[in-house]
C-alpha cells in the first residue's frame, strides 16, 4: 500500500519543487485555475494543462520537471483518460449513495401536486 507520503516523495526536491511551483503560476495565469500542491492528481492536472498550453514557458518548465522525475511520466501513463471530442472529461463524478449500493438505477421522484390544500392528480 502506497502513501501519500511516498507518492509525492518526488515534491521534496527543492529544485523539483520550484519548476512545480512555475507550472503552477503560468497555468494559473492563461487557463485561471489555480492548482494547488495539495491535490490528489497533481501531476495528471499539470501534464494536462501542458498540453493544452499555448505558452512555450510552461511547456519548457513541464519539461525539465519529466526530465527530473522520470517516474512521473510512468504514472501519467497508468491513468486512462476518458476522452470527449478530443478533450480529456473528468472523473469526479459524486456518487450516489443509495442507488449504487443496491443495484436499483434511482428513478426520478414524482413531483406531488397540491392545489388548495388537497392532493391534484
Known amino acids: 500500500m502506497t502513501t501519500l507520503l511516498s507518492e509525492r516523495s518526488w515534491l521534496l526536491d527543492r529544485s523539483t519543487l520550484k519548476l512545480v511551483h512555475q507550472c503552477c503560476r503560468l497555468i494559473e495565469s492563461e487557463f485561471g485555475v489555480r492548482l494547488h500542491l495539495t491535490e490528489e492528481h497533481l501531476e495528471l492536472q499539470l501534464a494536462g494543462y501542458a498540453r493544452k498550453s499555448q505558452n512555450p514557458e510552461l511547456a519548457q518548465a513541464w519539461k525539465s520537471l519529466l526530465m527530473q522525475v522520470p517516474e512521473l511520466e510512468e504514472r501519467i501513463e497508468e491513468h486512462p483518460r476518458k476522452m470527449y471530442r478530443g478533450q480529456a472529461i473528468a472523473e469526479d463524478r459524486p456518487a450516489s449513495s443509495t442507488g449504487e449500493s443496491g443495484g436499483e438505477e434511482q428513478l426520478p421522484r414524482k ?10 392528480g
Open 111 to 120: 413531483k406531488q401536486r397540491i392545489y388548495r390544500g388537497q392532493v391534484v
